[in-house]
């Protein structure tokens, strides 16, 4: 089974992309995040064109978002509402073996990293909190999380650590965070299973790196986690970094895996 998750920015917007994706990717499930379109107004035809009869979505005007698009029938399907917003950050099915998928959009965060002073960065670090206590607490099963973490924890999911040590996605207090997420529920990191930790990968580039790769100033933001019973089913993963350099692309590229279902 191939999974893709994609903050694809506007899927209005971006639909021709999907479609250009997964013509080329051909993948079975495809996770969406900042979607930015009300459930009334999702394009459930157009995606079904596409080759996708299984959708799962919720969505608000303008912002935020989430869908699972998916080739085979899925089950189960739950939105949870974090910090007391419902505000379209989370979705989850089943697959048919069982495996639930949970697709995030963390909040960013805003541009100043203190929570004191910084209503949007301490929603952010309330929200990843919320994660954690409720992975600690829910009853093991095999799990998959996807989707814009907004954080990149490694010093090589970064263009430059010391630059952006202090920048909202990199800093100690986030990446210790996203960690305690990651330990409440014991996830792996699907990516780098693959792919060694000295080694830069990125899946984010700003729209102010107007040149395409430019300098390739880059950050990891989107994730793909396993539960450990889960580890040896992967195959495969990829970084679709060529996405980043269509005509009017989303700042974030897919990220793939293959996994044994």
Not at 101 to 125: Q, S, W
Not at 151 to 166: C, G, R
Not at 173 to 189: A, F, K, P, Y
Request: hydrophobic share 35%.
């Amino acid at each position: 089974m191939r999974i893709i998750t994609w903050n694809i920015n506007s899927l209005r917007i971006r639909l021709p992309h999907l479609q250009r994706i997964c013509g080329q990717l051909n993948p079975d499930v495809v996770c969406l995040q900042e979607t930015k379109v009300p459930n009334d107004s999702f394009p459930e035809r157009e995606i079904q064109q596409i080759g996708f009869p299984h959708l799962h979505f919720t969505g608000m005007k303008s912002y935020n978002g989430v869908a699972i698009l998916s080739k085979i029938p899925l089950s189960a399907s739950h939105t949870k509402n974090w910090c007391g917003k419902n505000d379209c950050r989370h979705i989850s099915a089943e697959l048919p073996s069982g495996t639930e998928l949970h697709n995030f959009y963390v909040p960013a965060g805003g541009d100043t990293p203190d929570p004191n002073t910084n209503e949007k960065f301490k929603h952010k670090l309330d929200f990843l909190g919320e994660m954690k206590e409720w992975f600690a607490t829910i009853e093991p099963a095999q799990r998959i999380l996807v989707g814009d973490l907004n954080i990149a924890p490694l010093e090589t999911d970064v263009w430059s650590h010391k630059q952006l040590l202090n920048v909202v996605s990199h800093t100690q207090v986030e990446v210790e965070t996203l960690d305690d997420v990651m330990q409440s529920h014991n996830w792996i990191d699907a990516v780098r299973k693959f792919v060694p930790k000295d080694e830069c990968l990125f899946s984010w580039w700003s729209y102010r790196n107007r040149a395409w790769p430019g300098s390739n100033r880059g950050r990891r933001l989107d994730h793909i986690w396993v539960t450990q019973d889960l580890a040896a089913n992967l195959k495969a993963t990829q970084i679709f970094m060529e996405a980043r350099g269509w005509q009017k692309p989303s700042d974030h590229v897919p990220v793939v895996i293959d996994i044994e279902e």
